[in-house]
């Protein structure tokens, strides 16, 4: 086993190597930097060392988000031959499971996700845990994870994007090493020697503001001031009569809302030698505008179907029709009358920091614009403000109010990002 490490260390960065040989030093390590850093393929051979080495009398475990999350981020690598060479050997996992054997041990995975996970590894005793993207995991399940560590020699492997400067794990974990026991790297891409510099430009563009500095430069840093600082009219804002011509309608993202606006953004690739996104059109809905006036589901349905018909009708028409129409995931109600109305809403994906983040890098890297006749999606994107409590408590968060386009766009825009990102961006997959 040892000689089957030998040749791949060699190819390893200085940082790398260091962190291997001084992780060892104390009980908890926790690699946080920039994407593509190697912090997952350096913590995994300090991992496989320490499987080698885990006491007896206790579990080896690893942690992820959910069990999907552990096969992607860490079963992909340490089953890949081209990465782990034959040690892979000594990996036997079956996707889905919930076990698997490394080096001859039984190590368990465990999914934490919500507040109720800490209960599956209540009164186990852990001789080993790896746990993966350690800021997303609940703070209780990490609290009662570190109180499972208690056999003697027991340790724990973690990896992580930073996150807020007041994340729990920085200010209770990583800016407390010596009290509990922490030993912490901070790695960036300039640290793995396999990136081809091509793949390392294409990621730094990818990422805006905030994301920019945790993933790209790696650092914690409070998300605060305006979301979409790089919102700049000059740049962005395109009258609608002299819109590129569309390729495609990728989607209608629709934000729902019974007293607050409904709002339906239509979404665009244009038909350019480097596509580029566009919200082509608007659609919105609020009592406020009509002295308190709420719409039943039927009537905003029925309004938003005219409007939609409009804009790719036969006589009107100017776009293709939408492939997909997305919804906000919490609008029940609405979801049923589209259905009875022959439209199919697909649920939209509600992760709201990485629809944040999309926008963003679009934005920033000039690879999206919009009609004037966004007018809500105008009015609401200078004013979409990072929530500086959640940030002092070390969440991000924005402050709810007038969102709605900004939503519905958001849904429509990380909904389809796997259809936009190869063709605006220009790269492969
Ligand atoms: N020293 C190295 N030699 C070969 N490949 C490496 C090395 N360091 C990292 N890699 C590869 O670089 C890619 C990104 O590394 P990864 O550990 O997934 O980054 P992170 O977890 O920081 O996002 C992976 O495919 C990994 O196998
Ligand atoms: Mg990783």
Wanted: net charge negative; glycine share 6%; hydrophobic share 40%.
């Amino acid at each position: 086993m040892p000689d089957a490490l030998d040749p791949l260390l060699t190819l390893m960065s200085r940082a790398q190597i260091l962190s291997i040989a001084d992780c060892r030093r104390k009980k908890i390590a926790i690699w946080s930097g920039a994407v593509s850093a190697g912090k997952t393929y350096v913590s995994l051979y300090a991992f496989l060392i320490a499987v080698l080495d885990a006491p007896p009398g206790g579990r080896i475990i690893i942690v992820g988000r959910t069990l999907d999350t552990i096969q992607t981020n860490i079963f992909t690598l340490l089953t890949d031959p081209a990465i782990f060479g034959e040690l892979t050997k000594h990996v036997q996992y079956t996707p889905g499971a919930k076990t698997a054997r490394i080096l001859g041990r039984t190590v368990y995975l465990y999914g934490a996700n919500n507040a109720e996970s800490e209960t599956k590894i209540r009164g186990m005793t852990v001789a080993l845990a790896y746990v993966d993207e350690a800021t997303i995991l609940p703070e209780g399940f990490w609290d009662m994870l570190m109180t499972r560590l208690r056999v003697r020699g027991a340790r724990c492997l973690a990896t992580t994007n930073p996150g807020s400067k007041n994340h729990w794990l920085r200010k209770k974990w990583i800016l407390k090493a010596d009290e509990k026991n922490v030993i912490h790297f901070s790695f960036t891409m300039d640290d793995n020697p396999s990136l081809d510099p091509d793949y390392v430009r294409d990621t730094k563009a990818q990422f805006a503001g905030i994301f920019y500095q945790r993933m790209i430069l790696g650092q914690w840093t409070n998300a605060a001031g305006a979301v979409y600082a790089m919102w700049d009219e000059d740049r962005h804002l395109v009258k609608h009569a002299d819109l590129p011509p569309i390729a495609r309608t990728l989607a209608v993202g629709m934000d729902y809302g019974t007293t607050n606006t409904t709002a339906a953004l239509l979404l665009g690739i244009t038909d350019e030698q480097q596509p580029r996104l566009v919200l082509i059109d608007e659609w919105h809905y609020s009592s406020a505008e009509h002295h308190g006036e709420t719409l039943p589901d039927v009537e905003l349905s029925k309004r938003f179907r005219e409007w939609l018909a409009s804009k790719h009708g036969p006589e009107k028409r100017y776009v293709p029709a939408p492939e997909y129409v997305f919804l906000d995931p919490s609008a029940a109600s609405m979801r049923a009358q589209l259905h009875d109305d022959g439209i199919t809403p697909w649920q939209a994906s509600n992760d709201v920091l990485k629809g944040i983040s999309d926008v963003s890098n679009l934005l920033a890297q000039d690879r999206l614009i919009v009609s004037d006749r966004c007018e809500v999606f105008l009015s609401e994107v200078t004013e979409y403000e990072w929530d500086a409590k959640a940030s002092e408590e070390g969440d991000d968060a924005v402050v709810k109010k007038d969102d709605h386009a900004l939503d519905a766009a958001r849904y429509a825009i990380r909904s389809t990002v796997s259809q936009w990102k190869p063709l605006v961006y220009g790269l492969a997959a």
